[in-house]
């Protein structure tokens, strides 16, 4: 999915459960990983009526403009709010950065 100006940033994501749930559990893999990694927690949360959505995220040079990407991504997918679970120490520290410069609720 392209949802910047940018054509080169492209997300991949699996998307999984019912689409009626606006409030789904998002995914960010480690930097090393794919939204791939995630696939057994896809399918428990899916058996358990969860949407859940595994994100990869494209290259973002700065806090902002991820920020940005993800907010457009969000509303690209009309979602109302996310529950986000980043895994490793880079996403955790993204995550916490974004909601202390309120780039979004979580």
């Not at 960010?28 to 990983?33: A, E, F, R, T």
């Not at 995220?57 to 920020?67: I, K, R, T």
């Not at 993800?70 to 986000?84: A, C, I, N, P």
């Amino acid at each position: 999915i392209i949802v910047d100006d940018d054509d080169s940033k492209v997300w991949s994501l699996y998307d999984a459960g019912p689409k009626n749930i606006r409030c789904p559990i998002i995914f960010l893999p480690p930097v090393s990983g794919t939204a791939e990694v995630f696939f057994q927690q896809v399918l428990a949360l899916t058996g358990w009526g969860y949407r859940v959505i595994s994100l990869q995220y494209p290259v973002y040079w700065d806090l902002m403009e991820f920020c940005d990407g993800f907010r457009k991504l969000l509303d690209h997918l009309q979602l109302d709010k996310v529950q986000v679970c980043p895994f490793r120490s880079l996403n955790t520290h993204l995550c916490s950065l974004m909601y202390v410069n309120k780039c979004f609720c979580f």
